[in-house]
């Protein structure tokens, strides 16, 4: 039985189709974690705890794409049931890779990978969280970066406005004084497009941006796709190249059926 904790705001952690990789990120906070468990109640986080409190929850971070029609349903509870709704990473915020299924035939799948498809009950796409419900914030990222977890839980309990990075992951680059490998290397790097948070973790090992934390505010994705060509991607290659971890984000999308 759960400790009572009055007063405290409620948080849950919601999982849908996902690799809980984001969730084992709360986890990994490790001591942080201790101060965001004193100061709220962890009613539903069953990566976590078996302890399971009912609602309505003040904070609910729901990591995962909707892809089967029980979550279609389920998340329309969860919002329900949510003062404050964070999609975290991104198969919450752009579908994840799961979403390489929008682009063919998932029938055709389900046949060829299952002995007994008609067991499986899938939708045709995988899709955001905010493609169904309202989100109030979206944190990117694959898997999201802790300390922007800590960052938003913290300015939640304080009642401000959570200070995340709106800039491209090319800044991050510079600001840890990374060579850019599109430049020195010819590396295929999605960074000029690619929203920044993730600590700058490829660029340093001299490999290109993979696109992870989704697409920046206003990405010229045309003109990175050109560059790419240049280097010698041909069209599959750049068609590939945005059909990664945030392949359904409009934008990605968008480019890579360009490319077709």
């Known amino acids: 039985m759960a ?3 009055a007063g405290k705001p409620k948080l849950a952690v919601w999982k849908f189709s996902s690799c809980d990789g984001c969730q084992l990120s709360l986890l990994d906070c490790e001591d942080e974690l201790l101060d965001v468990v ?4 962890i009613a539903y986080f069953l990566e976590a705890t078996r302890a399971k409190v009912a609602g309505p929850y003040d904070v609910s971070l729901v990591e995962g794409s909707v892809t089967t029609p ?3 349903e389920r998340i329309q509870t969860i919002r329900r049931q949510s003062k404050v709704l964070i999609s975290i990473g ?3 915020t752009a579908g994840g890779i799961q979403a390489l299924k929008n682009f063919a035939d998932v029938a055709d799948f389900v046949t060829a990978v299952y002995a007994h498809p008609e067991y499986i009950e899938t939708l045709a796409t995988a899709t955001p969280i905010a493609d169904h ?9 694959c898997p999201i970066n802790k300390a922007q977890l800590l960052e938003v839980l913290g300015a939640f309990l304080a009642g401000r406005k959570p200070n995340l990075p709106n800039h491209g992951q090319c800044m991050e680059c510079k600001q840890a004084g990374t060579v850019c490998v599109m430049v020195t290397k010819g590396e295929a790097c999605l960074g000029p497009v690619t929203h920044a948070g993730c600590g700058n973790v490829c660029p340093p090992f001299a490999r290109g941006c993979f696109g992870c934390f989704g697409p920046k505010e206003n990405p010229n994705t045309a003109a990175l796709a050109a560059r790419l060509g240049e280097l010698g991607l041909d069209k599959r290659q750049r068609r590939d190249a945005f059909r990664g971890f945030t392949a359904a984000a409009p934008a990605f999308r968008k480019e890579s059926e360009t490319h077709e």
Do not use: I, Q
Not at 38 to 41: I, P
């Open 90 to 92: 991104a198969c919450a």
């Open 38 to 41: 004193g100061a709220v109640e």
């Open 133 to 141: 419900v309202p989100v109030d914030l979206e944190l990117r990222g």
């Open 3 to 5: 400790a009572k904790t």
């Open 70 to 72: 029980e979550e279609a």
